[in-house]
């Protein structure tokens, strides 16, 4: 069922024809006429909980609309739940018992993510972007502050991806409008800076009393124009940063309806790719090596230069040449396969230093302005030059990713196999060439999977199956693993499973006990997203006014839900308005 999603989506980027999905009277539809909505190609959406519109054209269904079609058994999310709006509250609705019930968060999945958006769409979205939030004290009345501002970029594209994956498989007016809001807010990080492809990891207006940033930090950049208002954002941009961007972006285009913002989102895709593809030459640079500083210049593909971040027009670079695999940048974000080429002209010979990672993303970032531009007649030429220079260097980043390899060491860096699974699992699924594609799948998905088979991560295990198909066992085990995530709000409570693990003698420490197996769900130590966290720590104390945003249970339930793995539990229910 998911490849027939993705055949849609490539057919309302693409306008490939379509057949007929308007309602007839015997699947609970209106007139039993497709009510003129084959006249155009663009997919069919659900414009409320029981019309089914395309190309402007509606059609009001007998029973509910659900996927853009009339259902008399389904219907899909109109609005918010609990959301007050000129058209009254919106509430649950049982399409079989024709009334509106309660939803039931802690029995139903389905209702738990409906839940989480409702709480996402009240609390977590300070400026448009995703937050956790920590308030004054445990009434949890007043904020005191955002957290993860820090991450926003990365979180706020990972639940535009959510709620992408949501529409994909419902094609819900809610969801679309929530990809519109998420959408929109990246586009602006993305051009705030005025710096090519330099994205910001958070943007608001001066004057936000939301999230103040304070304009003597380094990293805070004050009076941007954009669009006719000034703004304040957070650079020093981290590459993870883009893989939450480049993953929503992706999947809202595949999604949305919205021309307008479809093309919002291909710029910038085209300019992210655009500057990636340049090679540059004599880049000044300030390196201190070994603590010693030199003025020098550097060569290199796959950089973003960030102006606006560099001291005295230089980009700054602090290596150690006994761990030159740590080599840190600022004026630039870069995403070489290979550290070493880069390295080597700073010391004169740097061995090979592989990054899975970077030559993941950069696989993805291909493939996605690949898609973007294959079907737009006016961009054959860009398409064509993008095509060849992702020809010229498909090997070289196919070499480098199937070097992927996870060494635990006690959980450290984590967050770098959340980084290669959903690149890995991007860059697979969008892969048009059939051999290139099997090669994607057997040398780089198939061995990162064994790596964190057992870690109980259901988000790794849904991208897994999702990209390579199959895995039922493994699958079932992990819808179980999720519906231990409690229903909201993720309030940041005590752990401690010392005395249901076993010890990991060689990790950890006394006041901080790591186990030797991954620890459920239901025990796992919370955060920001779970699914990028080891589980091994077992003790965290309470934070009782720290609430978490739920968007790790957001992105792995839709996740799944977009590639069938798991079932729709409060089927023929959906929010709609009560006047």
Not at 363 to 383: I, N, Q
Not at 550 to 577: E, I, M, Q, S, V
Request: overall charge negative; hydrophobic content about 40%; proline content about 5%.
């Amino acid at each position: 069922m998911w490849l027939d999603r993705l055949v849609i989506a490539a057919a309302l980027v693409g306008c490939t024809r379509l057949p007929a999905t308007g309602g007839t009277g015997s699947d609970g539809g209106g007139s039993g006429s497709d009510g003129g909505l084959t006249a155009c190609a663009q997919p069919a959406t659900c414009s409320a909980w029981n019309v089914v519109s395309r190309c402007g054209v509606e059609e009001t269904c007998a029973g509910g609309c659900f996927a853009g079609e009339c259902r008399s058994d389904a219907c899909a999310d109109e609005c918010g739940l609990d959301e007050v709006g000129p058209h009254g509250t919106c509430r649950l609705w049982d399409l079989a018992e024709k009334a509106f019930v309660s939803a039931n968060p802690n029995a139903s999945l389905h209702d738990r993510a409906r839940d989480y958006d409702r709480m996402m769409r009240l609390h977590h979205l300070p400026e448009g972007g995703v937050a956790g939030v920590i308030y004054t004290d445990e009434s949890r009345t007043q904020v005191e502050s955002y957290d993860g501002i820090v991450d926003s970029a990365l979180w706020t594209g990972t639940q535009l991806a959510a709620q992408s994956w949501r529409h994909l498989a419902t094609r819900s007016a809610d969801s679309a409008a929530r990809i519109a809001a998420l959408a929109s807010t990246l586009h602006l990080w993305f051009n705030v800076s005025g710096d090519p492809a330099f994205l910001a990891r958070f943007a608001a207006p001066e004057g936000s009393t939301l999230v103040p940033m304070d304009c003597s930090r380094r990293v805070i950049h004050c009076n941007a124009q954009f669009e006719g208002q000034q703004y304040r954002w957070r650079g020093d941009t981290s590459r993870d940063q883009y893989t939450g961007w480049i993953l929503g972006v992706w999947f809202a285009y595949a999604a949305t309806p919205d021309e307008t913002l479809r093309a919002k989102l291909r710029s910038d895709v085209l300019e992210l790719i655009g500057e990636l593809m340049i090679d540059r030459h004599a880049v000044p640079v300030r390196a201190t090596i070994n603590g010693v500083p030199i003025d020098t210049t550097l060569d290199s593909k796959f950089v973003i230069l960030a102006p606006q971040e560099m001291t005295d027009g230089r980009i700054t670079m602090s290596v150690d040449t006994g761990d030159l695999g740590d080599a840190q940048m600022d004026g630039a974000r870069e995403f070489v396969p290979d550290a070493g080429a880069l390295l080597g002209q700073l010391i004169g010979f740097a061995p090979s230093i592989p990054r899975p990672g970077s030559a993941m993303m950069l696989g993805a970032f291909y493939a996605v302005a690949l898609r973007m531009t294959e079907d737009e007649p006016a961009l054959a030429a860009r398409h064509a030059a993008i095509q060849a220079d992702y020809d010229a260097e498909f090997e070289r980043l196919f070499a480098m990713a199937s070097q992927s390899e996870y060494n635990n060491s006690c959980g450290a860096k984590y967050y770098g196999t959340h980084i290669s699974r959903i690149m890995a699992y991007l860059w697979t699924s969008l892969e048009r060439d059939p051999m290139r594609s099997a090669r994607l799948v057997n040398d780089v998905m198939a061995p990162m999977w064994p790596e964190v088979a057992a870690h109980k991560n259901v988000y790794y295990a849904f991208l897994n199956a999702g990209a390579r198909g199959g895995f039922a066992n493994e699958v079932a085990a992990h819808v179980a693993q999720l519906a231990q995530y409690e229903p909201g709000p993720r309030i940041h409570v005590a752990r401690n499973g010392t005395s249901e693990y076993p010890i990991d003698n060689d990790c950890g420490s006394p006041s901080d006990p790591y186990s030797t197996v991954a620890t459920d769900v239901g025990d796992r130590v919370m955060d920001d997203f779970m699914w990028q966290r080891h589980p091994w720590q077992l003790v965290t104390p309470r934070i009782g006014t720290y609430v978490h945003s739920g968007n790790d249970f957001l992105a792995a339930y839709w996740l799944g839900r977009f590639h069938d793995l798991l079932p729709d539990d409060r089927a023929g229910t959906c929010t709609r308005w009560e006047p």
